[in-house]
């Protein structure tokens, strides 16, 4: 099935994509602002995701945004990640243009006032303590990111370093912020339900035409990540229940060539239970009590990720001998024509699976066309289809080395 | 040149519809199982649903449910665990096995063209699992070791406190895990559940999304011959608890946040005050612009989210209020959640605040019949309690209907503090 989509760039920049499907009553209205915790400064991480927050607290023009939604049937929610900042809506068609309306008002600037400002700090510290902090294993991240990256920004993750960036957020650095990142040039709009392409359009025109392209003060450049030479490695003694292991390497980048070849290397890893680290980890040798590996999908050079938590009464050095084992038969053997098949169906059933509504579509769509083209989204099964065993094995072999591994270790606190 | 329109002012907002909801096709297999059908075509995949009379509710020991249903895929006579796997795998198609409180769902995604293969291997799976010990002691570890993660969540022991004094200890519904329930647990327990609520236990198929002539067929082949589910269940019925009032702490003194939970029985989705109990529910906390939301999140920051929601099960509904807050903030949040629940009872809900909840909750609606697995979804919770879409079309009727007086009648009987009973894990400072 193809994701047919109109694409448009109104007077002032701003991108529109349109899919239109008529099997359903509800719209969906997605905005990619082209900033994520990558673009913070070091000093004040967490910023990106806290102005996330401040977007819901209404503006000048209309107070209170959720309300103004809800009266229309509208749901609304936003997301923000290292690459990027975004929104969305769904809503029943027929009230589509309250969607634009409020969208296009919040593109003009939210309310930075000083109530919303303090709440919102207090909600994010809690949300940081609720899921960084007050869960085990809940600050993996905060742990693993510095030590895989030493230069490139996506050495913190999105909540930030620490709580107190947050509480130190002022209203002059979260307007600059939002002068450089939120202005119809660094947006990508897509509108996707039962809608013809040219309404769309002329909606689109209405509502967001008349705002100004923004000063759009150049972005500053971001420095990319060595390869590492030494293995990184950090042990931590925690309160958890069972004693975990992380590795790390940093991969190419989301648009490269590659890319896909490392999609299918980690489910030929860890593609459902039939994945081999499952299969010989968990289910043979009993080292691990689950085990996954993935990919982050970072558009900048982003993370291959494995991670297992080790069975009881297993040496943490037991595990990783056999972990690493594992590794090396990935970067040695080439996957049989028959597991490599297997991979090839389940990507191409998930993939569907995965774009089902017009909610997942407008932000894959925005996705896809900020790192080049929308279109591109339809290539993704052959694109996936077309990597070899050779690919793979050349791949593993190239990447996952051990000296640019980095290894992160939780040992539980014993009780002897 | 662009064209130049007036946006001085809102859109206006039209009441969200779904039009009236019709029951989905049903094609009844030769033993009498109705098989319910849910095309489209806005969709490559289709999506089976096996429901079976085999939730926890039917125990005779803790665990015996989530544990045969989570081994149906260990192994058969022909095909070890790792075969069965790789099988469903191989052919791109995703099987689900879960169990609630009265039911257990067996659900298989798939492309069509790969249809009657996994379909046959998921019935084989499921009609003749062998529960292999070596696989039992390997899920006997694996789940105990997350069960020890899950108990020192302050999330997931304030809710097991909840339910154990809301339904009582010796009840399926409120009995709590112990970690050497683990260890007693025997094959031999989970050949007999299966026997009793799988092989004889199936009520009902579904098919959602692609679907044609074609897997009808395969289904009445497959499932056609079974032995229909004994009508009628023995569930132990629920004893009389005396939780009303009650309020338990359970301290934990390196939590950073505290998880409160209120809750009271109510009724179930068959009574006719649930649909504007719905209501209810919604403007104190059952939504994001909800009271309890405005007040705990937006206006105090005191959480990232509180929410309050109905559950029901076939024993029972019951009223559920719940929030992670941060510990300084354990008492101040306590109090305002019973703040509103005051207010509700005593306060005549305004008419700008009904409308607002009128027109989110018909939009939600609209959001919860999109599609054929969420039409799936949404008809198999009202079948489960003897209902049908109906019991949506009736639930609009009375979102557009529903009076302040109606409402806070409706709290005044349903939303007293006396009744309800109050569970706090962390800490209280």
């Given amino acids: 099935m193809i994701i047919n989509t ?24 997605n905005i990619l602002y082209n900033v994520g915790s990558k673009n913070e400064h070091p000093d004040m991480t967490g910023s990106a995701h806290l102005f996330e927050h401040l977007m819901f607290g209404g503006t000048g023009a209309v107070r209170d945004f959720d309300r103004s939604l809800q009266l229309a049937g509208g749901e609304s929610n936003a997301f923000t990640n290292t690459d990027i900042t975004n929104y969305y809506i769904t ?6 243009e309250t969607a634009l309306w409020l969208e296009s008002d919040r593109m003009k600037g939210p309310d930075l006032s000083d109530k919303s400002l303090t709440v919102q700090k207090k909600v994010v510290a809690e949300e940081f303590r609720q899921r960084y902090l007050n869960q085990p294993y809940g600050d993996v991240m905060l742990n693993l990111r510095p030590l895989v990256y030493k230069v490139h920004p996506y050495r913190w993750p999105t909540i930030g370093i620490d709580i107190s960036h947050i509480e130190k957020a002022d209203h002059e650095r979260l307007r600059e912020f939002f002068t450089t990142y939120y202005h119809p040039e660094n947006a990508i709009l897509t509108i996707a339900g039962n809608i013809k392409p040219e309404k769309a359009l002329r909606l689109a025109n209405k509502w967001f035409g ?14 990319g990540e060595p390869v590492k030479k030494e293995p990184e490695r950090l042990s931590l003694t925690r309160d958890v229940p069972a004693d975990a292991i992380y590795k790390a390497w940093v991969i190419c980048k989301r648009s490269d060539y590659e890319f896909h070849t490392f999609d299918a290397l980690t489910d030929i890893l860890a593609g459902g239970e039939s994945g081999r680290l499952y299969a010989s980890l968990v289910r043979d040798k009993r080292v691990f009590s689950e085990i996954n590996a993935f990919i982050t999908g970072e558009l900048d050079n982003g993370m291959l990720l494995i991670y297992g938590r080790i069975s009881d009464k297993v040496a943490i050095e037991t595990a990783e001998e056999a972990l690493e084992e594992e590794i090396e038969r990935l ?24 774009h089902a509504g017009v909610l997942h579509k407008a932000t894959a769509l925005s996705l896809f066309e900020l790192m080049g083209d929308a279109m591109k989204i339809n290539e993704e099964v052959s694109s996936y289809s077309s990597v070899t065993a050779e690919m793979i094995t050349e791949t593993a072999d190239k990447i996952l080395t051990e000296e640019s591994a980095s290894t992160l270790l939780y040992r539980k606190i014993s009780n002897d | 040149m662009k064209r130049s329109e007036k946006t001085d002012r809102p859109p206006t907002v039209k009441l969200p519809v779904t039009g009236v909801l019709k029951n989905p096709g049903i094609h009844l297999l030769k033993n009498g199982i109705p098989l319910y059908l849910f095309p489209s075509v806005s969709t490559e995949i289709v999506r089976l649903d096996l429901t079976f009379n085999a939730g926890t509710v039917n125990e005779s020991l803790p665990l015996q449910a989530r544990f045969t249903n989570v081994l149906l895929p260990g192994g058969t006579a022909s095909m070890s665990a790792e075969e069965i796997d790789e099988a469903f795998d191989f052919h791109g198609s995703f099987p689900n096995f879960s169990v609630e409180r009265d039911k257990a769902v067996v659900q298989l995604f798939m492309l069509p063209a790969d249809f009657s293969k996994t379909a046959r291997l998921l019935n084989h799976v499921i009609s ?15 789940r105990l070791q997350s069960f020890m993660i899950n108990r020192q969540k302050v999330s997931f022991i304030s809710l097991e406190s909840m339910l154990e004094l809301l339904f009582g200890s010796g009840h399926p519904y409120g009995r709590r895990i112990q970690p050497e329930y683990f260890d007693q647990i025997t094959r031999d327990h989970l050949i007999s559940f299966h026997n009793r609520f799988y092989t004889n236990g199936l009520k009902s198929v579904a098919l959602a999304g692609r679907i044609s002539d074609a897997e009808i067929t395969v289904i009445e082949e497959l499932f056609g011959e079974r032995p229909a589910s004994h009508a009628g269940n023995s569930f132990p019925l629920l004893p009389e608890t005396d939780y009303r009032g009650r309020k338990i702490f359970i301290g934990k ?7 409160l939970r209120i809750a009271g029985k109510t009724v179930k989705m068959d009574h006719p005050d649930f649909q504007g109990l719905k209501v209810v529910n919604t403007i104190l906390g059952g939504w994001f ?8 999140r937006e206006d105090k920051g005191f959480t990232y989210g509180i929410g309050s929601s109905l559950h029901s099960y076939a024993l029972g509904g019951l009223s559920l209020i719940s929030t992670e807050t941060g510990v300084q903030h354990t008492r101040a949040a306590l109090r305002e959640i019973y703040r509103e629940m005051n207010t509700l009872n005593s306060k005549l809900v305004s008419m700008s605040e009904l409308r607002l909840v009128r027109n989110s909750m018909l939009g939600d609606l609209v959001r919860q019949f999109d599609g054929p697995f969420s039409l799936c979804d949404s008809f198999m919770t009202a079948l489960e309690a003897g209902l049908d879409m109906d019991f949506y079309n009736n639930l609009q009727e009375k979102i557009r209907s529903i009076t302040p007086g109606e409402i ?3 709290a005044e009987t349903y939303y007293n503090k006396d009744n309800f009973c109050e569970v706090v894990a962390g800490r209280m400072e």
Avoid: W
């Avoid at chain 1, 809503?91 to 589509?96: A, K, L, Q, T």
């Avoid at chain 1, 100004?212 to 420095?223: H, M, N, R, V």
């Avoid at chain 2, 529960?131 to 390997?138: A, L, R, S």
């Avoid at chain 2, 003194?253 to 998880?259: H, R, T, V, Y």
């Fill in chain 1, 6 to 29: 109109s694409k448009y760039t109104l007077d002032n920049g701003l991108k529109l994509l349109v899919h239109t499907d008529t099997s359903t009553p509800l719209a969906a209205v």
């Fill in chain 1, 91 to 96: 809503i029943p068609v027929s009230n589509i």
């Fill in chain 1, 210 to 223: 008349s705002i100004s392209p923004g000063a759009s003060p150049a972005k500053p450049g971001l420095p």
């Fill in chain 1, 331 to 354: 970067r040695k053997e080439p996957p049989s024509p028959r597991e490599l098949q297997k991979v090839k169906n389940r990507f191409e059933s998930s993939f569907h699976l995965s």
């Fill in chain 2, 128 to 142: 003749e699992p062998l529960f292999p010990e070596q696989e039992m002691k390997m899920h006997q570890e694996t």
């Fill in chain 2, 253 to 259: 003194n390196d939590a950073l946040q505290s998880s």
């Fill in chain 2, 289 to 296: 612009g909800s009271r309890l939301m405005k007040n705990l």
């Fill in chain 2, 408 to 410: 806070k009648q409706l």
